[in-house]
């Protein structure tokens, strides 16, 4: 799938929508979705810190707005870049939000799926996503 400037794959024979710069593919209930902003200043990995101090913060916002909780969270790398990766749990569901940081632009690759189905979905999204 590719996006404005970006690309991922997603599992074969999902139903594929483009949206102003947001790519989302879906299997039913399950999907996986990239979408882009622009961020009110430049980002660099100096500031890595206060970014999850902020990210955290949104995290537990949207969690208390799906009656979720954050099951996991976690700083790693995607695509070469800094991310924050949040797991919310809710019910039977999950929904995993990484936020990828890059200079003036954030992308987030969230991954919405039943517990019990699809989880590799989520894995394929973060390890295949790139910038183009």
């Known amino acids: 799938m590719t996006g404005p400037d970006f690309r991922f794959e997603a599992p074969a024979g999902w139903k594929v ?30 500031l890595l810190g206060r970014a ?18 954050i099951a996991a969270r976690a700083t790693l790398a995607v695509a070469g870049h800094d ?3 949040y797991t919310l749990a809710y ?7 990484t936020f990828v940081l890059d200079g003036s ?12 189905k699809a989880a590799s979905a989520c894995a394929q999204l973060a390890s295949t996503f790139s910038l183009t």
């Open 17 to 46: 929508t483009r949206q102003d710069g947001t790519v989302t593919a879906a299997d039913g209930t399950t999907l996986v979705r990239v979408q882009t902003f622009n961020l009110l200043k430049p980002y660099k990995h100096a």
């Open 52 to 69: 999850t101090r902020e990210l955290d913060g949104d995290a537990a916002k949207l969690a208390a707005a799906l009656s979720a909780k």
């Open 83 to 85: 991310a924050r990766m």
């Open 91 to 97: 019910g039977k569901n999950r929904q995993q939000i």
């Open 105 to 116: 632009r954030e992308y987030e690759l969230i991954c919405k799926i039943d517990s019990a």
